[in-house]
């Protein structure tokens, strides 16, 4: 149980082009998710938490034009990066923290997406 | 505002030895929660342990256990009889009922055959 879901696990892009990863919850809802970014050997940094049916909130010196967060339903997420450049690839992660029918005080992570802007 | 202190970068154990993992926070409030997370080279996120802050009672899950003195403020995380499929880089993290994951820097752990 509790098995979250990225799509896609890779992706190679254009600078200048957008990207979008999706993060599912495959079965438990979740009205929180979250977005995390990490470099090679170092910690989790998160960037937004996602809210189903409202704005996301940023973290401190992440551009919310940039990192486009849409919570549309209780089991999907979506993270946009927009006008994407090199400085951009990196790690993304994403988590979310059940409703009910299981830990709701813990966060069960996706396998990741690893993002390569040319 | 809440930190995690995990004060060795790398370790190795030997295969079915006993390995401590050590970690500190710091905080003001009384109820909160510590998880440890494992990262394998694949990079999918495992929670290992969790354990809430009002149980005195230390949490266990096979062969991961901790040691959590809430006066201390320290989670370690104890690893018995130690398997090659546990080299990973270990995450302590805290988090506040209802907020975000507050994570340490990291433990590269590597078991050696």
């Known amino acids: 149980g509790a098995v979250v879901s990225q799509h896609p696990s890779r992706v190679i892009c254009k600078s200048g082009t957008s990207v979008k990863i999706e993060c599912r919850s495959l079965?438990?809802?979740?009205?929180?998710m979250f977005w995390y970014r990490q470099f090679p050997k170092k910690s989790l940094m998160l960037m937004a938490t996602s809210n189903e049916g409202s704005k996301a909130t940023y973290e401190q010196g992440v551009e919310k034009d940039k990192f486009l967060i849409n919570h549309a339903s209780l089991t999907l997420s979506t993270l946009t990066v927009t006008s994407a450049h090199p400085e951009d690839s990196s790690f993304y992660i994403c988590?979310?923290?059940?409703?009910?029918?299981?830990?709701?005080?813990?966060?069960?992570f996706g396998p990741g997406t690893r993002l390569t802007v040319l | 505002a809440q930190t995690v202190t995990q004060s060795q970068p790398e370790m190795s154990v030997q295969e079915a030895e006993t390995v401590t993992l050590s970690c500190t926070y710091d905080?003001?409030?009384?109820?909160?929660?510590l998880f440890w997370y494992k990262q394998p080279p694949s990079r999918q996120m495992i929670l290992v342990i969790r354990?809430?802050?009002?149980?005195?009672q230390n949490a266990t899950e096979n062969r991961f256990s901790v040691n959590f003195q809430k006066a201390a403020k320290s989670f370690s995380l104890k690893i018995s009889d130690s398997q090659l499929g546990d080299t990973a880089m270990y995450f302590c993290?805290?988090?506040?009922?209802?907020?975000?994951?507050?994570f340490g820097a990291g433990t590269i752990l590597r078991v050696k055959s």
């Open positions: 905080t003001s409030e009384s109820n909160y929660y």
């Open positions: 993290a805290f988090m506040m009922l209802g907020n975000k994951l507050v």
């Open positions: 079965d438990f809802q979740a009205t929180t």
């Open positions: 988590s979310a923290r059940p409703i009910a029918g299981g830990r709701t005080d813990t966060q069960y």
């Open positions: 354990q809430e802050a009002y149980k005195q």
